[in-house]
C-alpha cells in the first residue's frame, strides 16, 4: 500500500504541495508523537507503536523518495522539524533495514540544502550537526565493521551507511 501511494503520488500530484501532504501522511506514520495526536486526541492513548521493522523502513524509504522528487526550498518549515533528530536517533537501530534507511533519508534532507526546515537548531549549528552525524556514522561502521558490513543490502551488496558517510563527508 505505501509503494502505491507513492507512486501514485509521484505521477498523480500537480504541485508539490500534494506531494507534501502525503509526506505529512507519511511522516505522521513514521513519527506518530508529531501531528497525529492532535487531530485524534481521544485516539492518541489507545495507539501502541507495533509496526515491525519492514513497515517502518517502508514508510521511510516513501518519504524519502517523496522528498527526492519536490525542492527543499518549497518545503514547510513547521511540518520538517526534527526529522534530522529523528533519523539520526534511529542510526542506532539493531535493525540494518531501518539504519538503511535513516541514512538514505538523512543524506537526502542534507542535499536538500534546507537544514533549517529539518532541525529546530540554529544555521550556525549545522556544521555541528552534520560533524555529530559523521561521527555517529564512523562510530557504527567501526562497531559493526568486525561482525558484518553495516546497512549492507544483501540483494545488492550496497552499504548506505557508508554512502551516506562519504556523502556528507563530501558535503562538508
Known sequence: ???????????GASNSDETESV??????????????????????HQIERKDSPAVLTAMISAWSFLLFTIDGWGLSHKNWQGAITYFSNILDSNNEAICAAACEALALVFESNCLEKFSSKTKDSNKELKDDIIKQ??????ETGNERISSQDP???FNSASAALDFLEVLI
Open 23 to 44: 509526506m505529512k501522511l507519511l511522516w505522521d506514520l513514521i513519527n506518530p508523537g508529531t501531528d497525529s495526536s492532535d487531530r485524534f486526541p481521544s485516539m492518541s
Open 1 to 11: 500500500i505505501l509503494g502505491c501511494l507513492t507512486v501514485v503520488t509521484f505521477f
Open 155 to 157: 540483494r545488492t551488496g
Open 137 to 142: 556514522l564512523r562510530s557504527r561502521l567501526s
